[in-house]
């Protein structure tokens, strides 16, 4: 999400540091992200959507792009390759880097393997013999609600601003779904590694870096109600009604218990009751296995952005997202208006020996038509030390109802704009 790469001198701002990672100055650009949204614009469904026009939609709202600037406008998008046929998935990755070139787009790709896997039903299938993918050893795959595989879920829900019907939670830690995402990597890594080798020395910067997990944990995303399993076949209109999630309760937000079956998998525990730094670990290994796996691909650390999660308290589940293979990152919606005050964010850069850590997922929820307000918060976080970049969740909510742009954009292209004095 930058364009004008290049650079006029190493020029350093912060906010004030801490140990670790946090006294990592980035002496690069830093990068504004916008993620699109997928389905809005740009769909894997629609390999056409990939064209040049879509970066431009963002791209327009920022005169003066071309200019060198210490923080550069950027593109993410989200690959969902147990959503799609990893065919088509892999030929819009293609795309979507290709433009990243033609326009001089610095970009994030996100791989999801976790929330979106509508279309392998050979991972969760293990109810239904007249559906696909049917296997009645899927138990393995998703997760419980007891010690028992016999307990095996059905379904989830998903909040993400309405509640969603989602797939049964996945078993982080089965052995067969670890494989498939090993196997998908193995297809769309290598096309990120190949394409920035074959990009000139001044746009090597235009691959912001590989985002892995999202906000990976147990039971965030993928909730369950009780005696959900009952409720599959019925109209989604008899679902419960969307909960009140209890962010205070760190082993289920106050929805059924689940991680039965990543811990019993994992070899961390077959009994007893459930502890927060279990669903830490799980979480852990989770992102640890994705990141290392990248690794071996072909990039190198410091273009690999893991994805946590957290409550506003600074929850042990903030530590999954630190390893040695990767950058850690984590949404921020609790503590936008200020990073510096998120505990689980600042304790852990503190504790992690990688060269940056980012935002990976962001959105001010707080006065949305105050531009002050936009500007500062965008500023704490991109400009807090040791932060490569931030990626605003969606571009597409930062527009009017006629395509305009908000005060969100009008601060996001301030924030840019000056930031050009850093370089000189």
């Not at 590694?193 to 944990?217: C, H, I, T, Y």
Request: aromatic share 12%; charged share 25%.
């Amino acid at each position: 999400m930058k364009l004008g790469i290049i650079l006029l001198g190493v020029a350093l701002f912060t906010v004030p540091s801490v140990h670790g990672v946090a006294t990592n100055a980035v002496t690069g650009p830093k990068y504004l992200v916008f993620m699109l949204e997928h389905d809005r614009n740009m769909s894997i469904n629609r390999p056409g959507s990939f064209n040049k026009r879509q970066f431009d939609s963002v791209k327009s709202h920022f005169p003066g792009y071309a200019e060198p600037t210490r923080i550069k406008v950027g593109i993410g998008f989200v690959f969902p390759y147990f959503e799609y046929p990893i065919n088509d998935v892999e030929s819009c990755l293609r795309k979507f880097l290709a433009l990243s070139l033609e326009t001089d787009t610095p970009v994030v790709v996100k791989l999801d393997g976790e929330n979106w896997l509508n279309g392998r039903p050979d991972l969760w299938n293990w109810w239904d013999p007249a559906k696909p993918g049917y296997n009645p050893d899927n138990r393995q795959n998703v997760e419980w609600t007891s010690w028992n595989p016999e307990d095996a879920i059905k379904i989830s829900w998903r909040d993400w601003g309405r509640q969603l019907r989602v797939t049964p939670m996945i078993n982080l830690l089965s052995p067969r779904y670890r494989a498939e995402c090993h196997k998908a990597m193995d297809r769309l890594v290598p096309i990120i590694v190949e394409w920035q080798r074959q990009l000139p020395p001044d746009k090597k910067d235009l691959f912001v870096g590989l985002n892995l997990g999202w906000e990976s944990a147990v039971g965030n995303s993928s909730y369950y109600r009780t005696n959900g399993n009952a409720l599959l076949n019925r109209p989604e209109s008899e679902d419960p009604a969307k909960p009140a999630f209890s962010w205070d309760d760190v082993l289920c937000r106050g929805m059924v218990q689940l991680g039965f079956a990543a811990l019993k998998s994992g070899g961390i525990r077959n009994s007893g009751g459930i502890t927060e730094g279990d669903l830490t670990e799980v979480a852990r290994r989770h992102l640890e296995d994705l990141c290392r796996y990248a690794k071996t691909l072909g990039l190198p650390r410091e273009k690999i952005f893991s994805h946590g999660v957290g409550n506003g308290k600074g929850e042990l589940l903030y530590d999954s997202a630190v390893n040695a293979f990767s950058c850690p990152g984590w949404s921020e919606y609790f503590n936008s208006l200020n990073i510096q005050a998120d505990e689980g964010i600042m304790r852990n850069i503190r504790r992690s020996d990688a060269p940056y850590w980012a935002a990976v997922e962001w959105l001010l929820l707080y006065p949305t038509s105050q531009y002050g307000t936009w500007k500062s918060s965008i500023e704490n976080t991109i400009k807090a030390s040791g932060c490569k970049f931030m990626c605003i969740f969606n571009w597409e909510l930062l527009l009017d109802k006629k395509g305009e742009p908000t005060e969100a954009v009008k601060a996001a292209r301030d924030v840019v704009l000056e930031s050009k004095k850093a370089l000189k």
